[in-house]
C-alpha cells in the first residue's frame, strides 16, 4: 500500500473514531434522561429507525475509505473454520470471565446499568418494536462495527505490530460506546474480537461472537 494513501486512510479513521467518541461521551454527560427511559428505547421503533441511520452512515464512511481497498475489511474466509470456532468460544469464555469479575468490583454502578439497553421486563405489546431492535443490535451493528474496527481499523494499524494494533482497536471500540464504568468490559472485549481477527484474518468470527453476545444481552433480559 503507498504509504502517504495509507496515512490518508488512517487519519480519516481516527477522525471517525474520535468524532463518534465525543458526540457519545458529551451525550453522556449532558443527557438528562435516565437510565430507565434508555431502557425502554429498545420498545422504540423511533431508536430502531434512528439506529438505523446512524450505523448506516458510519457504514458509508467506512466504505468510502475503503473505496479501492476493499481487502482492507478482512471480508474473506477465515484460515480454518475449526480454529477460528475454538477461538470464538476461548473469547466469548474470556469475555463472561472478564464480567463477572467486573459485576463485583464497588463500581458507582453496573456496566449494564450505564449503557442501559437490555430492558428490564418483558412488554408484549411492543413485540414488534423489540424484535427489530434485536436485528439492530444483533446483526447490523455487529457488522458494521466489526467492518469498522476489526476490520478496517485493524488493517491500517498493522504497521503498529500484532499487540499494539490489538490493544488500540480494543480501546478505540470501548472509547466509540461513550461510556466509562462500562469500558471495563468493552475494552478487553474489543482486545478479544481484534485477537480473534489476527488469528483467522477474518472479521466473519468476530461478527458471530458479537452477534451472539449482543443478542444473548437483550434475550437473558427479557426471560
Do not use: K
Amino acid at each position: 500500500m503507498e504509504p502517504r494513501v495509507n496515512r490518508i486512510r488512517l487519519a480519516a479513521w481516527a477522525s471517525l473514531v474520535l468524532v463518534i467518541s465525543a458526540l457519545n461521551y458529551a451525550a453522556r454527560f449532558t443527557s438528562s434522561s435516565s437510565t430507565r427511559n434508555s431502557r425502554d428505547e429498545v420498545y422504540s421503533w423511533s431508536a430502531f429507525s434512528g439506529g438505523m441511520i446512524v450505523y448506516g452512515i458510519w457504514f458509508a464512511i467506512v466504505l468510502a475509505i475503503a473505496v479501492d481497498r476493499h481487502d482492507l475489511l478482512a471480508l474473506r474466509r477465515p484460515r480454518s473454520w475449526g480454529r477460528a470456532i475454538g477461538l470464538c468460544v476461548g473469547a466469548v469464555a474470556a469475555i463472561y470471565a472478564v464480567s463477572a469479575v467486573v459485576s463485583v468490583l464497588p463500581l458507582p454502578q453496573s456496566p449494564s446499568h450505564e449503557q442501559g439497553i437490555a430492558p428490564t421486563h418483558w412488554e408484549p405489546r411492543y413485540a414488534g418494536a423489540f424484535a427489530a431492535n434485536v436485528v439492530l443490535f444483533a446483526v447490523v451493528a455487529p457488522l458494521v462495527e466489526e467492518l469498522m474496527f476489526r476490520g478496517l481499523g485493524q488493517s491500517l494499524l498493522r504497521f503498529l505490530g500484532r499487540w499494539p494494533s490489538i490493544l488500540v482497536v480494543g480501546v478505540a471500540f470501548g472509547a466509540t460506546h461513550g461510556l466509562v464504568e462500562a469500558l471495563l468490559i468493552l475494552v478487553p472485549f474489543g482486545v478479544a474480537l481484534a485477537y480473534v481477527r489476527d488469528r483467522t484474518d477474518s472479521v466473519y468470527p468476530g461478527m458471530l461472537v458479537h452477534a451472539l453476545f449482543n443478542g444473548a444481552a437483550l434475550a437473558f433480559s427479557v426471560l
